[in-house]
Nanobody
Framework: VQLQASGGGLVQAGGSLRLSCAAS????????MGWFRQAPGKEREFVAA????????YYFDSVKGRFTISRDYAKNTVYLQMNTLKPEDTAVYYC???????????WGQGTLVTVSS
């Protein structure tokens, strides 16, 4: 599956953004979808994931209650709604797809989120 992420931008602290990741190919429904991020000078870290059925949701502790992951099977798209953004959320955000939450086979190109204080 090929992935195309979009929706990043500059936002003030406390604001919101919604990231989208459009998937091409027939395996969207058979893939776990996830979001990762990489801040300058730091390693890439897991943010959120959603299972194949859309009912299993996983979040990094620091984003629980602020971020929501969802998927639209008709549009082959996964979303990351980010609310109450903080400067420490600043990073390049990547979407990923794979057969499980521990195996990621496809990656999008990344979209930059900058949160100003």
């Amino acid at each position: 599956v090929q992935l195309q992420a979009s929706g990043g931008g500059l936002v003030q602290a406390g604001g919101s953004l919604r990231l989208s990741c459009a998937a091409s190919g027939r395996s969207f429904g058979a893939s776990v979808m996830g979001w990762f991020r990489q801040a300058p000078g730091k390693e890439r870290e897991f943010v959120a994931a959603i299972g194949m059925s859309g009912t299993s949701l996983y979040y990094f502790d620091s984003v629980k209650g602020r971020f929501t992951i969802s998927r639209d099977y008709a549009k082959n798209t996964v979303y990351l709604q980010m609310n109450t953004l903080k400067p420490e959320d600043t990073a390049v955000y990547y979407c990923a797809a794979g057969p499980s939450t521990t195996i990621w086979k496809s990656w999008g190109q990344g979209t930059l989120v900058t949160v100003s204080s």
